[in-house]
């Protein structure tokens, strides 16, 4: 009996654990909490999204002005709990690092955050392109100014619990990518501005979500000093973190990977141009560096102008400033030593161009697909057996598509929202809007919404696009 009963016990602990991972792996089907909907920042949703492409075309269609640019994208909550009453809400951080909750169905604002500095950033280059996450428990979101700061913030009004900054100068240390958040912790990167002035280096930040304490700090060069450290008493500069998608991470795990940009590699401390796999501690565990790097650190072409992509298994993809995707085995760049020279096969981006963007990984009856745009094309690749198989391509300029209830959404930074067949390539749609920068859409309960605008511009007003099956709730 009591045999019986350990089993019994051990049985529904394992199940437990299951379902903890399970939980922490998809998000609830009616919410996207994060860029690229889950943490892998696969950008394909399992769910039934409404749209079709029979009604795709004749989706009402209209646009919010919001009290500033986004340029990246939105989260949403369906039924958020906000000043005592519900409503599907769309949140959102501005350039300037306002933060605003957006009802999706009427387009009015629920409330607004303005970061104390707010004004002495409004207008200047100093700003942020990243994303806010939601919070599990879907009380609290987490968002970025350009102060180098992270603030939690109450769903339920917008009120800051905490800040906390991530870096020591941050007029030359740039938050540009999304927040994550795994089992407690909120994960950002930091990069630098355009035009690479340094004093500056990218670095890996690990916060308690409950507290807002800075628990571990990884530098991608000095990397043996583990906190924040002034620019300048590093000898080594740039190697920026500033993937679209930011920090891709293992939801089985907990294990962080991310990519860096130009700068000094020495395979010890410095880590420019370089994947990097880091344990839930922020501990080096894993790297890749092409053997031609000193060969693209002078040419500017960063390694890590993308985010790295999990395929799944033992697999990852890394896109490049070069033009070129890198498919790489996670136990093949395994430990400290430094791995050089260990891809298992290397492809063109779409159309040979420097890829900015997040591609999309579909599973879909079987077959695991990519989905990647660059400035002058948009592709479709079959991943089997340890290789690609590129399936389709045209010569649509293309920022980080979107897969969703079996249609492929690419939008254009020139305008315009494509939609496609994602097996054949064929288009479907082109919903109109505005340019933007490096903007992309989410689709979700019904409803697509995607911001306008370009960082670059300066300006403190911007639009959302929002199209929906129908105009009423």
Known sequence: MTGSRSFLLILVASAVAIAAQQQDRKPASNDWPQFGWDLDSSSAPSSSTGITAANVSSLSHRQIKIDGTVDATVIYLHDASIKGATHNTFFLTTTYGKTIALDADSGNVLWEYTPKDFSSWEGTRQFTNSTPVADPNREYIYAASPGGTIHKLAVSDGHQLWSTPITLLPKREKITSPLKEFRGHIIAVTGGYVGDAPPYQGHVAILDAQSGKLLHVWNS?????????????????????????????????????????????????????????????????????????????????????????????????????????????????????????????????????????????????????????????????????????????????????????????????????????????????NLECGRGHWNSPIVIDGKIALPEGNANKRATTGLLDIWSVSSSR
């Open 221 to 429: 060069l000095c990397s043996d000093r583990t906190r924040l450290i002034e620019p300048s008493s590093c000898p080594a500069a740039q190697s920026a973190i500033w993937g679209r998608a930011g920090a891709a991470i293992d939801s089985a795990t907990g294990n962080i990977f991310v990519a860096t940009g130009n700068g000094p590699y020495d395979g010890k401390t410095n880590w420019g141009d370089s994947v990097l796999e880091l344990n839930s501690e922020g501990k080096l565990i894993g790297n890749y560096t092409p053997t031609n790097n000193s060969e693209l650190n002078d040419r500017d072409q960063d390694v890590g102008s993308t985010s790295p992509i999990l395929l799944g298994g033992d697999y990852l993809a890394q896109g490049g400033k070069d033009g070129l995707i890198r498919l790489l085995s996670i136990k093949g760049i395994a430990g400290t030593a430094p791995h050089k020279d260990h891809e298992l096969q290397t492809m063109p981006t779409p159309s040979g161009k420097d890829l900015f963007t997040a591609p999309a990984i579909w599973h879909h009856d079987g077959t695991t697909w990519m989905f990647a745009g660059d400035e002058n094309g948009t592709a479709g690749w079959t991943f089997a057996n340890g290789k690609f198989s590129q399936v389709w391509k045209n010569g649509n300029a293309g920022n980080s598509p979107v897969v969703a209830g079996g249609l492929l959404y690419v939008y254009s930074p020139g305008g315009g929202l494509r939609v496609y067949d994602p097996v054949k390539g064929s288009q479907i749609a």
